[in-house]
């Protein structure tokens, strides 16, 4: 029996009531050749998730704390803060792009191969930020190079977190996928724990000396992620479900084609499930501390060490809420965390307002962005491969995700610098705009099927299944074991 066989046994199979020991079923989790191989995969997964974020918070921080000085040093405050956020922004145009483009390549060639890709584009762009000119030293040039890096930088992170979240799904046990698909996950915290223990130095420094030179510092340590990444994902093999698929010849030659025909339905569900974690996330690492910084007025470390906090907290939220999902189900537990969200969104808002005592900044953001956000990360790491099928899952995700990160995640900073601008600072608007994305996905996860169990050899997607339900899917592959 092949590796790739024994892991779909492992991982799909059943042992029927009143078999015995030595007719039951090879458990994935007892080949040790699998166990090393998901094992790897974790880690690759996890490495490129702590990279993103790494990047995407390190410039989101940047963006609001001194980027508008450094690139647009001749508007006002208000305006180089806004001009700030567009570049921001602008790299979430460039996500969908990456995201069909390597989405595609990725059912088609692999998710390894493009995998190796993506992290190179998108640790590359990060590291280039750190030796730009200024605008003081080369004027509008400085804006420009910064956006077209950014574009960049958006491209390969387009297609970056969908392949590792399809990667880990694929190779997961079936019984525990939802845990085992939140583990690289915990890098998404790591990524962020990092930019923002950086910041939170960096906001020790002096002022002067931090604009003169040391704000590139982070950024060019991004190699050093790039060089640790490109090792492990050489030695990770390819996901189980596509080497199936390359030996049965059922290699999809248009997964967009077929996406578009078939599959728009759970591409607008994946859309609506992430505009309240993907939106929540963004506004409060990006918003949220330019807000207490600018308006409120607290110490420029405090917003910083607040989302540290709050990714410390998301490492062991993510990974249990994964596995709640493998327990009740993953739109039950998504449903709650958008509920927590929309609970939250005014009173969160309002504490943030009142800007002292700091520590009370710290808690508000922390709890927000470590349970409120990330409760529905961690279902959704499983959910999301789950509603697509085999032959386009890669770039289903992507299409998804990355949309998705548009509507909600990249715009969010720009629209609530726009609504403070125009609204005289008020705090209310922005707990407004949390609470429609939070109603937008709770509202979401009713007319989304239960995947949980989920057989991911499946070509159709999880709306064609005839019966939804916690347990639908998973009673429908034992009876085909039993069968």
């Known amino acids: 029996m092949s590796p790739e066989s024994k892991i779909q046994v492992g991982a799909d199979s059943k042992m029927p009531e009143g078999s015995s ?11 040790p050749e699998y166990a090393a191989n998901l094992k790897r995969a974790t880690l690759a997964s996890s490495i490129g998730s702590a990279l993103e974020y790494y990047d995407f918070a390190l410039y989101g921080l940047a963006s609001a704390l001194i980027f508008g000085q450094l690139f647009f040093p001749a508007m006002g405050a208000s305006a180089a803060l806004m001009a700030s956020f567009g570049t921001y922004a602008v790299g979430f145009l460039a996500r969908p792009v990456g995201g069909l483009f390597f989405g595609a390549l990725g059912d088609r060639l692999g998710r390894k191969a493009v ?16 030796v730009l000119p200024t605008g003081a030293q080369v004027g509008i040039w400085a804006p420009i190079l910064l956006v077209a890096l950014r ?40 990524g962020t724990l990092m930019a923002s223990g950086v910041f939170a130095i960096l906001g020790q420094i002096d002022r002067e ?7 590139r510092v982070p950024f060019l340590a991004s190699v050093f992620l790039i060089a640790v990444a490109v090792f492990i994902r050489l030695r990770m093999q390819e996901s189980p479900t596509f080497v199936k698929l390359e030996k049965q010849d059922q290699i999809s030659e248009s997964p967009f084609r077929e996406l578009i025909g078939s599959s728009m339905p759970s591409v607008l569900r994946g859309i609506g499930l992430r505009m309240a974690e993907n939106g929540g996330s963004y506004i409060f690492q990006t918003l949220g501390i330019s807000y207490v910084t600018t308006v409120v007025g607290v110490s420029k470390s405090i917003g910083p060490l607040a989302i540290a906090c ?3 907290i998301g490492m062991l939220v993510i990974p249990f809420s994964g596995a709640l ?12 965390g958008a509920a927590l969200q929309l609970v939250l969104a005014v009173p969160s808002w309002w504490l943030l307002s009142l800007g002292n005592p700091p520590y009370l900044v710290v808690a508000t953001l922390a709890v927000s962005y470590g349970i409120g956000v990330n409760v529905m990360l961690g279902a959704q790491c499983a959910a999301l491969p789950e509603l697509f099928g085999n032959r386009h899952r890669y770039i289903g995700v992507a299409v998804a995700r990355e949309t998705s990160a548009i509507l909600a995640g990249g715009i969010a900073p720009f629209v609530g610098a726009l609504l403070l601008s125009l609204l005289n600072n008020s705090w209310v608007p922005l707990a407004i705009y949390v609470l429609i994305l939070s109603v937008i996905t709770f509202a ?26 916690p347990d639908a899917v998973a009673t429908e592959s034992k009876d085909r074991v039993d069968a």
């Open 21 to 31: 020991e030595s007719t039951r079923p090879v458990r994935a989790s007892d080949d």
């Open 444 to 469: 979401t996860t009713f007319v989304t099927p239960e995947t949980r169990g989920r057989d991911l050899a499946l070509a159709w997607d999880a709306m064609a299944d005839p019966v939804h339900g």
């Open 209 to 215: 000396l931090l604009l003169a030179w040391v704000w």
């Open 325 to 336: 999902s493998d327990r009740f189900g993953r739109m039950r537990v998504y449903r709650f």
């Open 115 to 130: 995998l190796m890709i993506t992290i190179a584009i998108m640790g590359g762009a990060s590291t280039l930020i750190g």
């Open 151 to 190: 574009l960049l930088q958006g491209f390969g992170a387009g297609a970056e977190q969908a392949g590792a979240t399809t990667l880990m799904a694929e190779y997961s046990p079936t019984e525990r996928r939802g845990f085992f698909s939140a583990l690289p996950f915990v890098g998404i915290m790591v």
């Open 310 to 312: 709050g990714a410390a």
